[in-house]
């Protein structure tokens, strides 16, 4: 009998030992199951921020270039020569107030960043007041009509510098060559 004790002893401790190895090893997968899936919500919720700066930014961006495209639309029909003195007067000031408009957003560009993309937008600014300021002393006689040309290609190459700005700071500057 005493040799059944003992088997049945060593039995025992065998299925104690052998389930608390198992419970070690189920813990230990368990600890690294969970791990990864900590690492994994982490780079899920920087992934997800990033998304939502580079949405905040192209929002930002659009804003303001939709809003330059209105302004450029707006200095264009300044450029007639055959207008009168009031319907010039009245197109130029609403140029003017359109340039204006872009004060809230370049500043939405300035919050958004980087600091390449908001001084491409201040100089397409600059460029649009600079050319509503050509026309208005090309049309006094101050200026010779060259002059606005020279404007209007100034304002081009700036609205192509703030485009490329804007799309290098979202990363869609890809080529597919």
């Not at 791990?35 to 949405?55: F, K, M, S």
């Not at 029909?77 to 340039?99: G, P, Y």
Request: glycine share 4%; proline share 2%.
């Amino acid at each position: 009998m005493n040799q059944t004790v003992v088997v049945a002893l060593i039995t025992a401790a065998a299925a104690l030992g052998g389930s608390a190895v198992a419970a070690l090893i189920s813990l230990r997968s368990i600890r690294l199951q969970n791990e990864h899936a900590i690492l994994l919500a982490r780079e899920e919720r920087a992934e997800n921020r990033v998304a939502g700066l580079r949405q905040a930014r192209r929002d930002a961006y659009k804003a303001f270039l939709d809003k330059a495209s209105s302004v450029v639309d707006a200095i264009t029909k300044t450029h007639d020569t055959q207008l009168s003195d009031a319907d010039f007067q009245r197109l130029f000031n609403s140029a003017w107030r359109e340039a204006n408009s872009l004060v809230p957003l370049i500043n939405a560009v300035s919050i958004e960043g980087p600091l390449e993309v908001l001084e491409c937008g201040r100089e397409l600014r600059k460029a649009l007041y600079s050319e509503l300021s050509t026309v208005q002393a090309v049309r006094q006689g101050e200026e010779p009509r060259e002059a606005v040309t020279e404007a209007a290609n100034r304002r081009r190459r700036a609205i192509s510098a703030t485009s490329l700005a804007a799309r290098e700071a979202l990363g869609s500057n890809i080529t597919t060559n």
